[in-house]
């Protein structure tokens, strides 16, 4: 009797372990990530939470943080905001030390307040909202990726700088706060540059079946302005690309880092004169060595290379994140939160990144710009903007 | 003059598609008291079904590649399976079910549909250029349209005119005004109601499809969404025009597509972005002054 209710014991121990097999140990350093393992969030979420696990891969293979390894445990949000919280919860319970949560802001909060609730640190996987972080979750939120403003500002002095271009077309998607941030971050920099003029703007809503009448008025503009700035995103940015090309205009199109990767392109035959920043290149020509390196890296651990930049943030965050570990000696949340906001232009794969006691996200960063000829995305330039984008203009 | 033509043609390529859409629901509606919210879903099957079940970014084409001639039946043939089949599987078992349990009904089917492409293709927009043909510009009176859009309109003309053929010289055709009128008293004058449904159903999921192609030939974006915004239209256009009425239904969807077309034309800039708040404003206006809708059918009215 007494080995039946013993070997029972066990059997439920073992099932309940069979259940959570990243169980961390007592003094293993565990990474949560609440992310989406499911549904519409995750195919975002992926490529990024990949980009994570390299990281923490590298990090224990060198002897891990503090001589501990590292141990992600998951919980899938299930692309879903009500889950998002108790994927939050769960991973917190599971002895997270940081919670990695959704790309998408408005996917990701939930679970960020729940470590937010638990003073525990939360990264953004690549939100580039500024509510990402301090101003939408609090003290101990972070965002691994950089400003949309910081996209579009930086897409206005180039263009300007390197294209010559002095008349601009602004179009603008509605649909989300991350078209809206590019287009902000544009309309802050672009009249503060001598000579620089917007001839005409227009809004669109993502899901329009058409923008036809959008194009009639870009058209009828007595002059094709030198560029079209289009704030938008997937899916609704292919088709404006599409329909802006078949009506004939021609002219040089600047958009955030939202389009990058070439998965898209076969929807606009032959495409050229097509801009987007970028923060690291997945197309084989990124000016750092070392960031071809891990596209292989990736390509050798997952099957496949990254489809897009933002597979880069996740590598970043958990970079970031070690080493402020390490400054701190602690993984205790103040002590590490006080290391990141020293960090000013800190090196990292990706470019320098900075964190202050106000903003937990980049207002200035270094991105590469990708020209588009002929349907070949290819690295052509990298530029940083000339000063970091005010918190106000963020805020607006 | 030549804006003016432009404006025109925007509204009605745009008009064209809403038609089409609040067609495919107004029928089943007007045989079966059904308003099937799975309509949207079932254009986004037959345009994903050209492409090969994968979640990867690239998208790899599983039928794209074949000739106009066979690619547009295919599609449109696809749409009418789907659409068959759900009415098969599962509008059939709920015949004698309330109006409101089959409207949860389409919505689960809706939700089911949209998994299951979720689930084989993941949400990542899949791209595709097909009938590149089309992209092309024409000049007409000086105005410059893109194919597309006289194609669209053309071929939305000749869909109505066929359809209307369709109802008015057949025995078919017959059969479904009936049971559109009454249904109860179609049955009992011999009117196969299986046999009548069927139908209806293989037409809306047919004109489904020929959506599906018109969008993805403008968008060159198959998204598992692609299928909702339309949807949401179409469905408000047959209430506008009153459900129940197919030729209302097609004034409808026309009015509302000129009507986004010409707020996004004349709304200065700040207001712009609110641009369907003001399209449904009138629409709101039109129930008000005419809760029944526009071209209302004498037997939708209550009998009291």
Redesign the interface.
Known sequence: MQTTRRAALFGAAAIVSAAMPAIAEEEDIVIGFAVAESGFMQAYDEPATQAALIRIEEINEEGGLLGRQIVPVFADTKSDRAEGARAGLEVIEAGADMVVVSCDYDFGAPAALMAEAQNKISFFLCAESVRAGIQGVGPHSFSASVLAAVQGATMAEWAHEELGATTFYVLEDTWTEYNKGICDGFNWRAPQIEGVEIVGRDTFVNDDASIAAQITRIRNLPEPPDAIMLCSMMPGVVSAVRQIRNAGIEVPILNGSGVDGSYWMDAVPSLSEFYIPVQGSVYGDDPNPAVEEFNVRFEERFGARPSSQYAYPGYVMVDLWAKAVERAGTTDAAAVVEELEKMDEEPTLFGPRTFTSELHHQNRARYHIVKVTDGEPAVVDSWTIDEPIPLEVLLQ | MT?VL??L??AL??GS?YALGALGIALIFGVMRLVNFAHGDYISFSIFALLWPT?????ILFLGQVPPAVLIPFVILIGAGVSVLSEILVFRRLRDANPATLMIASFALGFVIKNLL?MLY????K???IL?GL???VEIGGA?I?L??VVTVAATIVILIALTAFLKRTRFGLEMRAAAQDFTMARMLGVRANRVILLAFAISGMLAGAIGLA?VV????A?I??G???MLVAFIATVIGGLGSLYGAVVAGFLIGGAS?LM??ILP?DA??F??AFVYALVIVVLLWRPQGLFAPRTAKQRV
């Open positions: 804006a432009q404006i043609f925007d390529s745009l598609l979640t990867a970014a690239t998208t979720l993941s949400s990542r927009p791209s595709l250029s590149p992209a092309q510009q410059r893109p597309l859009q969008i403008q968008t060159g974006t998204d969404n692609m909702l915004s339309v077309v996004q034309v800039l712009r972005p641009r369907d």
